[in-house]
């Protein structure tokens, strides 16, 4: 029974992170593309191509924001890694404690992990 549990948290927490990591990468290159298109869309403008604020070429610039954007994005995107990977840990605790069945755990979550039987015991 106890191998079983491990087994089953183990799964259920490799699936959330292989999921989590793909989908989180996805962000960070969204916010990363975004900043870099904001700042060739900023320095395409006409206050930067006068002969005062002349540039030559924004490829350096867009770079340096699009570095820069991916950086935030990887900080702020460990921090909801991070809360993730806490509530699963705490659902895992949760069903350890209760003989494999989460008690104080949402529906939603029940629901999310595939326990349909547990959400309707919750449920009535």
Known sequence: MATDLIISNI????????????ILFLGKLCVSLASALFAFLMLDT????SSHNKITSPLFP?????????????LFFAV????????????C???????????YAPPLLIETFGEQ???QRIAQ
């Open 11 to 22: 799964l259920r927490i490799g699936r959330v992170n292989v999921i989590g990591d793909v």
């Open 46 to 49: 006409h206050k930067y191509k």
């Open 62 to 74: 867009v770079l340096a924001c699009w570095g820069l954007g991916y950086v935030v994005a990887t």
């Open 80 to 91: 909801v890694e991070m809360s993730i990977d806490t509530i699963i840990l705490s659902y």
């Open 93 to 103: 605790q949760d069903a350890d404690e209760h003989q494999g069945t989460a008690h």
């Open 117 to 119: 039987n547990e959400v």
